[in-house]
């Protein structure tokens, strides 16, 4: 039976991302308590693969992750999922909205929906929680002081709250997307609709690094979709950068981009190359299609062989 | 009276960054809950400047401060200083190290100082706090379960704790740089050593949009020193630029390469020209340097008026 | 009244383009042996203005005028007219078609008719003069051993040969492009079909030289529309860059991408800036526009004296 | 026997260019009366090889020879070689140099001694020659009104003339760049020194497809040392660009360079790798050397198979 970790606790939207996925269905899951400790499920073998929050559309980066996948024991990125972050406001069953005082949740799960508790609950208080989830666990203690948390549906369901308003976020928009992580192995064959996800550190002291970085992409007609720098932790001002790709390491253009990033960085690390949640098709042009890469390679080689092209 | 703002709680390594500059000699010092509320101190006129942190060598940027002032009513950065992170193990006084079975701090101060609570407090529990402040506050508390929090030196000064271990962070090198921010006003001279912050909105869907960037800032010899992506909020995927680079808005090749970058971004949101912490001067090469540009402005204006160089 | 110079002699294609400009209609029209004399003619003042050749669609750039406007005393081009090469077989008068068995003109010439002269005149033989003119010269005396000359119709004119031939050039689409060269002045306005002629003298020893010069264009919007290099006459593989851009020094963007160029360039020479002889409007991009660039630099300029931008 | 061609007349810089290649040591020389025509010669097999000019340090590029390979049915470059040019004053047996009241050579033999005739023969006048060797051959006419021709020392030597002022020209610097062309065929294997020449055209209507193909080259850490824009005859503005590039076709770097042209490019032509007539060392970086290049797709074939770079 396949074994699958995830950023825990029980009751997160990591959770219900998880069981959103085709591979959840039947797999044992495992949660854990950090990402640090989820990621160390995979790296040992104690699950199969695991799921942890990668970037939210008004948060930014899970630095912990970044971090994670950038320093410690190489792992690759397999699959993605993106959620619409939906938060519902849960209590003690036969609470009513008009009991709440006081409610509780992570500070980030209160930033977002400020709007809908100033109109809703204006003259209740709030008090900041470690996690959402540690949030529904204080409240379902029948002795809290607290009357609601904040926090995924799937958190009621487990701690046996009721839902008493849902989706009360004030952004329509607001997604976090997980990416599911392996140990090293070969990557899936391409869709024509991936993404694949590097981090780069430069040499010491070069100016004009990254503009090199992007020109590798670029002259091999590959987009960039997203780019964070991440400090090394030796010193301010010191930056490593963690970026996605439209394209798969199968894929010949990319390839050729990454064998050229090798060359001039301090060092690339390759964390996948994998389906991306949209299926949205790469935008490469037609002359860095496979077909215009083999092509081009029968021609040089006809050149190099016999000094004249390829006879059509 | 002067009035300078700052993000607290008293007892944090923003306060203690403050007090170490100059201008709060004389000062009334504020202290807020939030960066956001930090930042509305400033731009209602309750202070005339507050600090708050910007980036941390080992965490990264400070999301809340990116976005406030990428978003919120402008602002502008008026000076900027940098501070070792040094931690201190604080107690009731009395308690002594062998006390010690469980303490708490915010969960970013004990992940600095892992290796050390390792080696020295093997058998002792850690329990997370919402702020290395809120440790202190708790643990001066007579009645906490707890017998230690970790924090900033000054925490203890503050809340009555005694220092029994000091500098116990494993990361020597680890530093937070903190700005200090006003109302938008005229930028002080520059001073040859400075740096200059801003953020830029790129049009939608515009593929190569970074590069583009870039080569505005290359073209005129101009180094970057920080570049991160944030998200807008609106979607997966879509980010705005917040960086900083070499030079003040009172040289010429900035001036020429902020005027370039307003023309082709949806926006760029200037935040300020101000010395930089380190006083490491420029490298812009002799052919940026304000001599060299009004030496080829009046090149140029001789060539437009009289289709000849300026005599010489 | 008016003195116009051309490279002749009488009876070239020059003269002919010449003679189809307006400015020819009142003036006195003076031949100059070669392109050198012809420019010391404006140089010294003999004339006001003069015409000499510049590039051929078929032959390419005329060497002489390149390398005279790049090391001669400074001028200035202040209009360009482009003429279509059309050749006409030119005979003393009674002399038919058939009696043609030897025939003169410059290599040039012969080579651009050669399939017209294989086809009409299979048998007859070709004899190299110096330039089309002589061979009308030579052909127009009575006691040439030559039949026809082939040259320009209005050489027929001028040496009393009769046309029995006309346009028996090869390449329908053969253009020459003539330049009208001054002593330096200002600048006519832009008509926003413009224009500027420079050339560029780059660092000694400087790799990446012309992807810098071309970065420089590239980043202000500006279109290259002919690039040639020339030898420096110092030693093989030195070269200095003969080029024209789409645009008016009366231009920002201009001024701007000519000052960044001399700034970094060992030396660049402003050639003049006039219209077009097609009148083909610029392709500059709206971010590009004299607008655009005039509320950049007010935007710039309210940033620096107040730290925030203009009121709108 | 070898034979080999060149660009003749007997007489000329190119014999005497031949004449000092080993491989002219064994071989029957054949000169043709045009450049077109000598790379016929190669094209049917008359000949092995020809010689013909291709730059020279004062004049600039040889049209004709640039054009042919660019157009004419497909040849490679195998050699090259460079001649410094000295011209000698050669006149009959008996003649002595206060006997010249007329000379002839080439005009722009003419100009490049022009210094040196005014000096040495102020009162002499000079008469345009079709070519060097035509001037020898005019002058060694017992019955021919000129005294005295100017060209290449090996000119007297063929037509029985005397040199009596030898090395006169005003540049001393000067000197001319020949090729060794053949069929196409394999080329040599690499010297760490060599040479590879294109020809490229651009998609029509491109804008900035220059500094696409100098992307190409910069991304891959190549220098070019040459580059012409030539028309492409078909109407004024437009053209195409003749360039050489450091390096050999048997090195990963130039066929990487090579194939992403290939892609992107309406048409490349490749005119052969060669060794470098200076012998100086090619200057990539160590980046780009072969060992980075096959190091790196070492890596990226690991990295695609087993998702994991190699042990090491």
Known sequence: ???????????????????????????????YKTVAATLDGVRCGEVDAALVPFENSVEGSVSATLDELAYGE??????????RVEFALMVRPGTELSDITLYTTHPHAYAQCRDWLAAALPDAHFSPALSNASAAVEVADPAS???????????????????????????????TRFILVSQRRQPAPPTGADCTTLVIFIRQDHAGALLEILNEFAVRGINLTRIESRPTKKQL???????????????????EALAGLHRICLEVRYLGSYPRHDGRANLAPETASDEAFAESMEWIDALREHGRPPEQ
Chains 1, 2, 3, 4 share one sequence.
């Open 74 to 83: 190489p792992l690759v990125i397999v699959d993605e999922v993106a959620l």
């Open 145 to 175: 002081r607290f009357q609601a948390a904040i926090g995924p549906r799937i958190a009621a369901e487990h701690y046996g709250l009721d839902i008493i308003a849902d989706n009360i976020g004030d952004n329509e928009a607001a997604h």
């Open 237 to 255: 001002g010191d930056y490593y950068f963690s970026l996605d790709i439209q394209g798969h390491i199968g894929e010949a253009r990319v390839r």
């Open 1 to 31: 039976m396949r074994r699958l970790g995830f950023f825990g606790p029980r009751g997160t939207f990591t959770e219900q991302a998880l069981l959103s996925m085709p591979i959840a269905g039947d797999a044992e899951l495992i949660d």
